[in-house]
């Protein structure tokens, strides 16, 4: 649970807030893992719609709340689409405790980049940042060009498991489902994570890429430019649409390792509790729409259709993106003990 400061009960915001958070917290409760000590990590990846652009207006702290009530679920988390002004991501952080930290990424400078960067959030109680950091870039070849967006990986340690993450905001493009640059990007990134994993100087030899990869389908190059180059995405994720209308599969966690074997590696991530969390069937519902006119003002007013606008509206205030999650074993303890007492 993260802290909230006092709130107000005849303040109509913050009664509205209290009664979002008990609603959110009804709900991550029963859908989600609760989270252990040293048995699992709850890793998550979400793409919080620029955060904090103000788009759309400011978030307010009502917003704030719900995002950290959101995140407190999780151990660690990799966000995309954090703004150059790190005040949004500050005041979630301050909100989940002083033990949570973040690791950012400088902007990404240019069009295509947005502005952009990328992060990590992290229980520093349960999650040891490993002293790994960097933001990627591709071997230079004649002509090539660098990713839209910096992909950015750390290492971190936890109970008996010592990986990497590398999340990512793959370019966009036109609205079609192979764009050629998407298309592009996935496989030269997922090609060079791959072989930098086998090499014996690597930091470790876990990786899990994550992020936004703007992928529409599991069928589609995009999909396929990460199975190809060797990662392997449990099943009970492929199936899951991670956007607000959940009819794209934008957002994915992909997998490669050389400490363990494919065959044992797969069958560990096909045991793993994942799936996406869908705020909106607790704070912003369909159903509140009345109850942020006075937020809205008179762009709303004025909105030939004003359920959309508040559709819209909401998006910027939390996401269009669900965040996705996966549970991870991380007790190793009994099957090393195991195979050392085997041992002849």
């Not at 839209?148 to 971190?156: E, K, L, S």
């Not at 996401?319 to 003990?337: N, R, T, V």
Request: hydrophobic share 40%; charged share 25%.
């Amino acid at each position: 649970m993260s802290f909230f400061y006092q709130f107000d009960s005849q303040n109509n915001q913050d009664r509205r807030t209290a009664e979002g958070l008990l609603r959110l917290q009804e709900k991550l409760a029963s859908e989600l893992p609760a989270r252990t000590i040293s048995d699992t990590l709850m890793l998550a990846t979400w793409n919080i719609r620029e955060f904090d652009s103000n788009k759309f207006g400011e978030r307010s702290d009502e917003c704030i709340a719900y995002i950290a009530e959101i995140i407190s679920h999780f151990d660690l988390v990799a966000v995309q689409e954090v703004n150059a002004d790190l005040q949004a991501i500050s005041k979630v952080q301050k909100m989940l405790g002083k033990w949570w930290k973040f690791l950012v990424t400088d902007v990404t400078a240019g069009r295509k980049g947005n502005q952009e960067r990328m992060a990590y959030l992290f229980d520093s109680r349960k999650v040891k940042f490993g002293g790994l950091a960097g933001e990627i870039v591709i071997p230079p070849k004649k002509g090539a060009e660098q990713l839209a967006r910096t992909p950015f990986v750390c290492g971190f340690e936890t109970s008996w498991l010592k990986f990497m993450l590398c999340t990512v905001h793959i370019y966009y493009g036109s609205s079609k489902a192979e764009d050629p640059r998407r298309v592009k990007e996935i496989e030269q990134l997922s090609k060079f994570l791959a072989n930098q994993v086998k090499k014996e100087t690597a930091w470790c030899r876990n990786l899990v890429l994550l992020g936004d990869f703007n992928i529409f389908a599991t069928s589609d190059s995009t999909f396929k430019g990460l199975t190809k180059a060797g990662f392997f995405i449990p099943e009970q994720l492929q199936s899951l649409p991670s956007n607000v209308d959940q009819n794209k599969h934008y957002d994915q966690m992909a997998f490669v390792s050389h400490a363990y074997d494919t065959k044992s590696l797969k069958e560990r991530l096909t045991r793993c509790k994942a799936g996406v969390f869908n705020f909106f069937e607790a704070v912003y519902r369909d159903q509140d729409e009345e109850l942020y006119c006075q937020e809205m003002a008179e762009k709303y007013t004025k909105a030939r259709n004003k359920t959309n606008y508040y559709r819209q509206w909401r998006t910027f205030h939390v996401s269009d993106h669900l965040p996705m999650w996966l549970e991870l074993p991380i007790d190793f303890g009994k099957e090393y003990l195991e195979r050392i007492a085997a041992a002849k």
